[in-house]
């Protein structure tokens, strides 16, 4: 208003007659609390528009009828007419409309689970194998609270519920632990078992009995001990294994949880070696899941019984027609049947005690002449072995020959058993040539005496003084050439303690008499006394197996004949030792266990 350059001491004034204080506004720096609970810092922006020469105690901006903070539960402002409310503690800032609550159910159960499972394609990357899959799992949520929040409210009464009717559904909260799926029966249901579809066993790992190198296949793909589980469903993957057991980590602090649902397992087994661990039965695995067995009754009854199967090469599969098993008819877990066992009916009871209703395929091997010649010297009375404890024959051998004899016995019985029929003609005949310084043929060309016949004419025969290697073979020799038949392979079982020498001469007559007539003779020497006396029955071996080696090929034979020596132990099994018979077949046990 004044002249150019006019003194500065005479100030400075512009044209406008009022001038306002200027200052910022005095709603600063309050807690403002958000929507979704969290707090943050406001400040007005604006500045005080009250004359400057008046005074003032707050500075308020042009706004000082409108607060500018958001509502608490919404976006919209706060409808107090008073700008700077926001100063007095515990000041809440509404819009005076309805709200919807903020917060989740709160309710005990699960408000949603999606039935539909979510499938997701991806890859596998195990041991062995790398591959694609399809993945399922599900989705579970918790909702929002359904309650309406009055105009003038933060809250409402009550709970939080997902629902205003008078009875709200929620599902039960169990999960199965192997997949993740939850229970689709309502909470607290009556339902002793839980219920779900389930999905992929995202929770679990290959469990392999054997070394780390076991491998498992199923559905052509292989699996190696603490691989994923993931790529299987609880739902299926037991009809992808056929008869099973299950692996679960052991609830026995002592290893006292042998049952006729459950073995334990002595061997460290991955994953999680240091945690001892049990096979369980199919039942009794979801039984202890809490949730129904998804499979049909006429599997659950299939897994309830033993996977072992016959062995028998006429249950395998060729080009051109599949494969087809014949199982134990036992159940799972069942103690090994005796040989003699009658419950198999028409089959039989292979040597490790498991019961076929299907031929024995012991029956459909090569017949044999098996020549047992028995050392019973005097040797032969010494205790430093016995007969095998807990057999059939136990009571009768020791009450007669509770010794080194008694021994050989037990071994010769359990063979004897091992090659029984039930109902039929034994295919294999049998002669028991008894030596000490004479040689005596007790049993001659025998095919119609049961086991225990067999076993009562021998079981009685007095010991003698002496021992005659040479003329003990000489006996079996004779016993051999007067029944010889082609149909039939001669097999001398040599059971003695060894404590003879013999003649290189007589042995090799007996071998290659029998490469003469047709057969090369299969010589098996068990000892039953001390290693230092061995020296001639490995001697008979090394030339039997020496002169079977050089004998022609027989075309329908062209295995090579077997010849051995053996230190009989107390479990000896002269059927799978001598005549390459094999015990029931074993498939790898493997299962998936929880992680």
């Not at 006729?260 to 945690?275: G, Q, Y």
């Not at 087809?324 to 005690?353: E, K, M």
């Not at 799978?576 to 998936?592: G, V, Y």
């Amino acid at each position: 208003m004044k002249a150019p350059e006019h003194p500065s001491e005479e100030g400075h004034l512009c044209s406008a007659r009022n001038h306002q204080c200027g200052q910022p506004c005095s709603l600063k720096d309050i807690i403002v609390i958000e929507a979704n609970g969290t707090t943050s810092r406001y400040s007005c922006p604006n500045f005080c528009i009250a004359p400057y020469d008046e005074d003032h105690d707050e500075h308020v901006c042009a706004d000082r009828l409108a607060c500018p903070v958001k509502c608490q539960l919404c976006s919209r402002l706060c409808t107090m007419g008073d700008h700077l409310h926001g100063l007095l503690d515990g000041e809440i800032h509404l819009c005076q409309q309805e709200h919807t609550c903020p917060y989740e159910c709160e309710a005990q159960g699960i408000c949603e689970v999606n039935t539909e499972p979510r499938s997701v394609e991806t890859t596998f990357t195990g041991t062995h194998e790398t591959f694609q899959f399809t993945k399922y799992t599900q989705i579970a949520n918790r909702l929002r609270c359904a309650m309406p929040i009055t105009p003038g409210d933060l809250g409402h009464a009550g709970p939080h519920v997902h629902s205003t009717a008078a009875h709200i559904f929620h599902y039960c909260e169990a999960k199965c632990e192997n997949c993740g799926y939850i229970c689709h029966l309502p909470l607290n249901h009556p339902q002793r078992e839980h219920e779900t579809k389930h999905g992929s066993m995202q929770n679990t790992a290959w469990a392999i009995e054997g070394n780390a190198d076991a491998i498992v296949e199923v559905q052509g793909r292989k699996y190696a001990a603490r691989d994923a589980g993931t790529p299987h469903i609880c739902s299926s993957v037991c009809t992808q294994l056929g008869r099973h057991a299950h692996i679960d980590y052991c609830r026995s602090q002592d290893g006292s949880c042998q049952s006729n649902e459950s073995v334990h397992i002595k061997e460290r087994m991955l994953p999680s070696p240091d945690r001892g661990k049990d096979w369980i039965s199919h039942k009794l695995f979801w039984a202890r899941t809490g949730f129904k067995d998804p499979y049909s009754g006429g599997e659950q009854t299939e897994f309830a019984k033993c996977d072992v199967q016959c062995a028998g090469k006429e249950h395998e599969g060729t080009a051109t027609t599949a494969a087809r098993p014949s199982f134990c008819t036992l159940p799972i877990f069942h103690p090994p049947q005796p040989l003699n066992w009658t419950g198999a009916g028409n089959g039989y009871v292979s040597a490790d005690g498991h019961a076929f209703d299907c031929v024995n395929p012991n029956n459909m091997r090569q017949a044999f002449h098996v020549i047992f010649v028995l050392d019973r010297s005097s040797s032969m009375n010494r205790s430093d072995r016995r007969p095998l404890p807990n057999t059939p024959s136990t009571t009768l051998i020791s009450r007669h020959n509770n010794n080194r004899f008694g021994a050989v016995l037990s071994a010769l019985h359990g063979f004897w058993l091992s090659r029984s029929t039930t109902g039929a003609t034994r295919r294999d005949s049998y002669t028991v040539v008894v030596f000490s310084q004479r040689s005596q043929v007790i049993v001659n060309n025998d095919f119609t005496s049961t086991p225990d016949q067999l076993l009562n004419r021998v079981v009685t025969t007095p010991a003698s003084v002496g021992t005659y290697f040479d003329g003990a073979l000489k006996t079996a020799q004779t016993s051999m050439e007067t029944h010889w038949t082609n149909d039939r392979a001669p097999v001398i079982i040599f059971l003695s303690d060894g404590e003879c020498s013999v003649s290189d001469t007589v042995v090799f007559d007996i071998c290659n008499r029998a490469v003469a007539l047709g057969k090369p003779l299969s010589f098996h020497a068990v000892s039953f006394g001390d290693n230092r006396w061995s020296q001639s029955l490995r001697r008979m071996v090394t030339i039997a197996d020496q002169v079977s080696k050089n004998a022609p090929k027989d075309p329908l034979s062209p295995q090579p004949v077997p010849c051995g020596y053996t230190d009989a132990m107390d479990t000896i099994k002269l059927a799978e030792t001598f005549l390459n018979i094999a015990d029931s077949l074993k498939k790898p046990k493997a299962s998936l266990i929880r992680t």
